[in-house]
């Protein structure tokens, strides 16, 4: 079993801020991927499948961002996993828009979902890295609105593109291929 975390604020209005893309990963993975219905357990939606031969929960917090790692340690304790079956799809304001990397461990950059996560049950968790760009070089008063704003009209699409490779390509993920993975979403981007 595997535990794949979209961060995001749960709400109707949070909806489509690059905030949540997270969110919007694990549903597009459960969506393609044919997963159960969505049920609440652990503070969370959660709902499970199978991505290849491998058996996933797909968890959404609903503690809001700022209490993530509650809700990701109680579905891990339930399971008795160990972080190396964590993986947490987020937004990374450091990486350019539609881009996306993976990496195990690391900071939290400023992120209160990684922080939130990180102080329950330490950094050692695999990370997808879905970029959403930053505003700019001494732009740092935009950054907030930046992030808690929504994805702009000319930016629907090639999330949509994004998201459709994200969880076209997750096999790769939970095989553990994650050059692969990123390889494989980066093709895909590019020839869109």
């Known amino acids: 079993m595997q535990i794949w975390v979209g961060l995001g604020n749960p709400g109707a209005k949070y909806a489509m801020h690059r905030h949540n893309v997270g969110f919007m990963a694990v549903d597009a993975i459960g969506e393609v991927h044919g997963f159960g219905p969505w049920s609440k357990k652990f503070r969370s939606l959660i709902s499970e499948g199978r991505v290849g031969r491998h058996r996933v929960l797909l968890v959404r917090p609903q503690t809001f961002m700022n209490d ?87 930016e629907i699409e090639p999330l949509s593109d994004l998201l459709a490779a994200v969880a076209d390509e997750a096999q790769w993920l939970a095989d553990g291929d994650d050059v692969r993975f990123m390889s494989e979403v980066a093709r895909r981007m590019h020839d869109e």
């Open 68 to 154: 993530s790692g509650d809700a990701v340690q109680q579905a891990l304790n339930f399971y008795k996993l160990d972080l190396d079956a964590l993986t947490v799809f987020h937004d990374e304001l450091d990486l350019g828009a539609m881009k996306v990397k993976v990496k195990q461990g690391g900071g939290t950059a400023g992120h209160n979902g990684l922080r939130s996560i990180d102080k329950a049950l330490g950094p050692d968790f695999r990370r997808v890295r879905i970029g959403i760009g930053h505003p700019g070089p001494g732009l740092k008063h935009l950054v907030t609105p930046h992030v808690l704003g929504n994805y702009a009209k000319s």
